[in-house]
C-alpha cells in the first residue's frame, strides 16, 4: 500500500514540476523579450578620436548604463576608460567596429554615432 502511495504521489509532484518548469519557461521567455539588446555596427569614422570624443562616449556611458565598445582591429576599447579608448590610435578614416550592450541601446548606439561622425559634443 505504501507503494501505491508513493506511486501517486510522484505523480502528482511530477505534474506540479511540470507546471512549474512551464512558469518558469515562460518567465524567461518574457525576461529575454525585455532584456536590452546589443547592437553592433562597423562605422568609418568621420573625425578622429581625442579625448572630447573618448569622454563624451565615456559620458553617454553612463547616462544611458550601456557598454559602448570600439574595435579597431584586434584591438577593443571600452568606454569606461578614456586611456583604453585613446590608446587606440583611432584616426579619421579608419574603420572601427561599434558594439553597444545593455542599458538604453538605442540612445546609446544614436549618441556614439554622432560622436563619432563629430555632430554632438557637451
Do not use: H, W
Not at 584586434?74 to 585613446?86: F, H
Amino acid at each position: 500500500m505504501n507503494t501505491a502511495y508513493a506511486y501517486v504521489r510522484t505523480l502528482e509532484e511530477t505534474a506540479d514540476d511540470a507546471a512549474i518548469l512551464a512558469k518558469v519557461e515562460r518567465r524567461r521567455a518574457e525576461n529575454l523579450a525585455a532584456r536590452p539588446q546589443s547592437v553592433i555596427a562597423p562605422k568609418v569614422l568621420k573625425c578622429n578620436l581625442g579625448f572630447r570624443e573618448a569622454s563624451r562616449l565615456m559620458k553617454i556611458s553612463g547616462e544611458t548604463e550601456a557598454v559602448i565598445r570600439l574595435t579597431l582591429g584586434k584591438r577593443s576599447a571600452t568606454a569606461d576608460s578614456m586611456l583604453a579608448l585613446l590608446a587606440l590610435g583611432i584616426k579619421e578614416g579608419q574603420a572601427v567596429v561599434l558594439t553597444v550592450k545593455g542599458g538604453d541601446t538605442k540612445r546609446a548606439f544614436e549618441e556614439s554615432l554622432d560622436v563619432l561622425d563629430g555632430r554632438v559634443f557637451g
